[in-house]
């Protein structure tokens, strides 16, 4: 089956950068585009960022725009996000997401806290 496992989050001061990965497993992966969210208690979850099966069109959240880079390795089965210049505003549960035969599928999250 389908599973998504992120990893990377912690804490981070203001302005900081962390870089979180996601290693997919269950389906091809290569096959798939790929998208970060992230969630706030009592907010909706937030695209954050997706890419293409090949890695060369990517797109994001106008609130991350500059700050974030996603990227991913197909040979790896694996999909980054690079955080840099990290606010206040960027702490949430980090999901990677991806989506086969109408279904979404969802990792369990990496808590990211900035804070100072």
């Known amino acids: 089956q389908v599973q998504l496992v992120e990893s990377g989050g912690g804490l981070v001061q203001p302005g900081g950068s962390l870089k979180l990965s996601c290693a997919a497993s269950?389906?091809?992966?290569?096959?798939?585009?790929m998208s970060w969210y992230r969630q706030v208690p009592g907010k909706e979850r937030e695209l954050v960022a997706t890419?293409?099966?090949?890695?060369?069109?990517?797109n994001y959240a106008d609130s991350v725009q500059g700050r974030f880079t996603i990227s991913r390795d197909n040979a790896k089965s694996t999909v980054y996000l690079q955080m840099n210049s990290l606010q206040f505003d960027d702490t949430a549960v980090y999901y990677c997401?991806?989506?086969?035969?109408?279904?979404?599928?969802w990792g369990q999250g990496t808590q990211v806290t900035v804070s100072s």
């Open positions: 997401r991806t989506v086969r035969a109408g279904v979404y599928y």
């Open positions: 890419i293409s099966t090949s890695g060369i069109a990517t």
């Open positions: 269950g389906f091809s992966f290569s096959r798939y585009p």
